[in-house]
């Protein structure tokens, strides 16, 4: 069975203050890795897909890496305005298509 | 305006009843999802299609069907066997590199 965790669950920073977001992950056979930021009453907002071991990504403040068993979401110089829920999800290919798991997420707070 | 349309947003149906979520997506996606979310919850897999008249169960199936007729159109039904359907749906599509989310219906029982 597929295994995706997240952590921590919260994370605290003040404006500026860098700090990463750990995905570990078991799954076999993984066919992608995906990060989204998700907004209180929205859906999801897809950031990045990571495929193989080394990638590493990058969209403004945030980037992204995937190793064989964990992915790390690094956010340099925080803005009150990253503040979200960040989850990860992992496909894998299954008999009947590509199964798309996700974890439970890290709530992230900037503070000024 | 390319995209994926979840509706109703909101959507209120007294205990015993069946009801219907839509999910519609004009990005030409192959692959879609339905989720649930709890408060303060990760999302759960219900239902995922690869295919048009496919569909795989996933984590949480027990008290929900869908069918996919069409491409662009993954519809899901919460029955009455579905003991706690109070909860956020949600449903993807998946395509290339990027899969992207609707905006979610919120679904109460009452």
């Known amino acids: 069975e597929d295994q995706v965790t997240q952590s921590p669950e919260a994370l605290r920073l003040q404006e500026g203050e860098s700090s990463s977001l750990n995905c570990s992950y078991t799954v076999s056979g993984l066919r992608g890795l995906f990060w989204y930021r998700q907004d209180p009453g929205k859906g999801p907002e897809f950031l990045f897909t990571?495929?193989?071991a080394g990638e590493e990504k990058e969209k403004e403040r945030l980037k992204a890496t995937l190793t064989k068993k964990e992915s790390f979401l690094h956010i340099t110089a925080p803005k009150p305005e990253d503040s979200a829920t960040y989850l990860c999800a992992v496909l894998r290919l299954t008999g009947g298509g590509n199964k798309l798991t996700f974890g439970t997420g890290t709530q992230l707070k900037v503070e000024l | 305006d390319g995209g994926i349309t979840q509706s109703p947003k909101y959507l209120f149906r007294k205990e015993g009843q069946n009801v219907t979520l839509s999910c519609e997506q004009n990005l030409n996606h192959d692959a879609m999802y339905w989720y649930r979310q709890d408060p303060g919850q990760g999302l759960r897999l219900i239902y995922y299609?690869?295919?048009?008249?496919?569909?795989q169960k996933g984590d949480i199936a027990e008290g929900y069907s869908v069918s996919r007729e069409k491409k662009e159109s993954f519809p899901l039904t919460v029955t009455s066997a579905q003991k706690n359907p109070t909860a956020f749906y949600l449903c993807a599509s998946r395509g290339g590199t990027e899969a992207f989310f609707g905006q979610g219906t919120r679904l109460t029982v009452v």
């Open positions: 299609s690869q295919i048009v008249n496919d569909f």
């Open positions: 990571l495929y193989s």
